[in-house]
């Protein structure tokens, strides 16, 4: 049997199959991690209250639920609750969101925060 | 299209069982392989090296283009059937991107074969492979934007992986 041709050393092709995975890296990670928020709104729902916020202006927003009254900040394109009535606070623990389909929710005061993008479709199964 | 053959023989010429033998023991050793690497404990479950790649690699450079095809074919097909997975949502995912990732190298061997090495061919492939298995996913079963933040996740495995089954694939042309 003889071997057609050795191919052993590095040739230039490989080094652009090689940019080009490294560039698919780079590019779809940056826009994982930066362009998320443009345009982006943020949600409020409550049993007697829903609207809907530009992520980008700085707000405070009270909402009213069962139990009081949870505050839920808008600032430098991030949301978080700074203030609520619950017993555990998990939706304060929960921090600052700044990505489509990220969520905040608070049951015991039945709150739901979430920014939502355009022609964003996400169903249970992704999430 | 392809230089003159390497094992002259043709299958149904005098020396063809010469030919046969070789596609039966490169599957075997593919599907030997590929099961192999599914005993390896993995913290992802689509984390993988793609040896029996490797395999189709060293292929390319002792067989036709058509026989190589019925390789790939009949490795994932066998290796399926003894790994449990033959017709289930994985099977479907690996015939997918066993394939496409076939034609791209074949194209890549045959045409471009001057600027590419068996490295390079072969991250191409793990790419190609993939790329296929995601866009399959998104359009059978999830059907979401979502699942395009997998993509910088799978392209670092599949250069990864690729490189080093590029690398086993020269050793295993370079030392059999």
């Known amino acids: ?127 | 299209m392809y230089k003159k053959s390497y094992i002259s023989e043709s299958i149904r010429g005098a020396g063809g069982r010469r030919r046969l033998f070789y596609i039966a023991f490169l599957a075997t050793m593919a599907i030997f392989l590929a099961i192999a690497e599914h005993m390896i404990p993995k913290p992802l479950p689509w984390m993988r090296i793609g040896l029996a790649n490797a395999v189709t690699l060293y292929a390319f450079t002792i067989l036709r283009p058509k026989e190589v095809f019925f390789l790939v074919l009949s490795r994932t097909v066998a290796a399926s059937l003894l790994l449990g997975s033959f017709l289930s949502v994985t099977f479907v995912l690996s015939v997918s991107g066993a394939l496409s990732s076939f034609c791209v190298m074949c194209l890549l061997y045959l045409f471009f074969g001057r600027w590419f090495s068996l490295v390079g061919i072969s991250v191409a492939g793990a790419l190609t492979s993939n790329m296929t298995q995601l866009l399959i996913v998104n359009a059978l079963f999830i059907q979401s934007d979502l699942s395009y933040y997998f993509i910088p996740i799978l392209t670092g495995f599949a250069l990864a992986g690729g490189i080093l089954s590029g690398l086993f694939g020269r050793f295993l042309s370079e030392n059999i």
């Open chain 1, 1 to 127: 049997m003889t071997v057609k041709k050795k191919r052993t050393r590095l040739r230039p092709g490989d080094c652009a199959i090689v940019a080009i995975a490294v560039s698919l890296i780079v590019v779809f990670s940056c826009r994982y991690f930066f362009a998320s928020s443009g345009g982006a709104r943020i949600e409020i729902t409550a049993p007697s209250y829903d609207d809907s916020f530009s992520l980008e202006e700085n707000r405070v927003v009270d909402v009213s639920g069962p139990l009081g009254i949870t505050r839920v900040v808008i600032r430098d394109g991030e949301v978080w609750v700074s203030e609520s009535p619950c017993k555990q606070k998990i939706c304060v623990k929960m921090g600052h969101k700044h990505r489509v389909g990220d969520q905040i929710i608070c049951i015991p005061n039945r709150v739901l925060v979430e920014i939502v993008g355009k022609g964003e479709q996400v169903d249970g199964i992704a999430r």
